[in-house]
């Protein structure tokens, strides 16, 4: 898979299957995890069960945690209890989780939102911002009323775009434009993001 997907992107100048082989050996060297932000619609669940089959990785979802925990839908939750409980909930569970090795992690959209949060994940974790345009994000969105997204009752969705923006973009080790890309290349650019990451030795980053 990786190789017909890398290929497009690199050109005929460059073996996808040399970057491959270099990607899977930088990767499994790592003791960090992989921890995918963004807004509803990005794809971050999508993306990132595709990204853990295709390096042999654990996948975790933390709004299928809080559903299941919660024995409700997250919809039913800011129904029910408003969207500062629900991140409450995501805050709650996200800064106890002790995140596996060779992990990839979709964590919900509003968790940039609790900086605690924000601080444990990064022990364990390479966060990767999957940033996608309004309306792309918009046109992917066909449930935008009960989707069960944390925000206040009268913020527009661009407006909460242009909040968390800045937000995702803080907390990030890498920031990958995926919203015109199909998955198959949006996985190989994150392969080649990563790579590119592991080399530089930015894994002492203090931001």
Known sequence: MFDKALQ??????????????????????????????????????????????????????????IRLQAGLCLQDILNQSGYLYLRELEEELLSKMQ?????VVATGGSIVYSQKAMRHIRKSTIIIYMRVPVPILLNRINNLDNRGIASQPD???????????????????LCIDCGKSGVEKTVAEVSIQLCDYFRTDRSDDTR
């Open 99 to 103: 995140i596996r090795r060779r992990t």
């Open 8 to 65: 497009p992107i690199l050109g005929t100048s460059i073996s996808a299957n040399n970057v491959s082989k270099n990607f899977f050996k930088e990767i499994h060297e790592q003791s960090r995890s992989i921890a995918l932000i963004g807004m509803p619609g990005a794809g971050k669940s999508t993306i990132g069960k595709l990204l853990a089959k295709s390096l042999g990785w654990q996948f975790l979802d933390t709004d299928d945690k």
């Open 155 to 173: 913020q527009t969705f661009e407006d909460m775009y242009t909040e968390r923006n800045l937000l995702y973009q803080k907390y990030s080790d």
